[in-house]
């Protein structure tokens, strides 16, 4: 008998790991359609200046913690394919931590689970603070859950469009939720990622500051 359940522990763990190996994979191919469709959506925006997609900002503060259950049935849905076709505006790609991800306009709940979002509506990699959240799972290689194993000098790599913005990473600190200076706009150029320190409920978050490499 304890032969049989310890087969059936060890049957569940390999599952476990295998349903967690795909969904990294599964960001990473999101990611990598991302690159090539961000250059056919920037020629037609250029062709199109005044059409003008709503971005729904004005959810970013209702933002809830996300299972592992509704994290996987969120992959391969329609509602995914709907978000990256139409909210997708680059990726981010982190070589130390095996990293490639999705960059979505605005912080919702829906885009979280697509991959990193932006936080402020006009925010530009060529001035000030670029600010990107990520969900932590406590999952290797899903959304920012590696993010907190980052250290000073890594690299970091944001593509949107043909333009390549590289940045090394100069700062890492946890913080208070309540501390949304780590938010705010800055006159020198920047990175900076947030995500919660654990992925259980929790009031601190890992805020990663780069730099960009020049």
Same mark, same amino acid.
């Given at each position: ?64 913690? *996300? ?16 978000? *990256? ?26 885009? *979280? ?69 780590? *938010? ?31």
């Amino acid at each position: 008998m304890a032969l049989f359940v310890t087969g059936i522990s060890i049957f569940w763990s390999q599952h476990q790991n295998q349903v967690q190996e795909n969904a990294a994979k599964h960001l990473t191919q999101s990611a990598e359609q991302v690159k090539k469709n961000s250059k056919k959506n920037q020629a037609q925006q250029m062709k199109n200046p005044n059409k003008v997609k709503p971005t729904p900002y004005d959810e970013s503060d209702q933002v809830e913690r *996300l299972s592992w259950q509704d994290y996987l049935d969120f992959q391969n849905s329609a509602d995914e394919k709907k978000i *990256l076709q139409q909210y997708a505006v680059g990726t981010i790609e982190i070589p130390s931590i095996s990293l490639t991800l999705p960059i979505i306009e605005a912080t919702t709940n829906s885009h *979280l689970k697509a991959g990193a979002t932006t936080f402020w509506k006009d925010q530009s990699l060529s001035k000030g603070n670029y600010v990107l959240l990520g969900h932590n799972m406590g999952r290797k290689g899903i959304l920012f859950s590696d993010v907190p194993h980052l250290k000073k000098g890594n690299h970091i790599k944001i593509r949107t469009g043909a333009k390549l913005f590289t940045y090394h990473v100069t700062e890492i600190k946890k913080v208070n939720q309540k501390q949304t200076d780590v *938010l705010e706009q800055s006159e020198k150029r920047q990175l900076t990622l947030i995500t919660c320190d654990k992925r259980t409920s929790t009031e601190n978050r890992i805020v990663i500051v780069a730099e960009p490499i020049h």
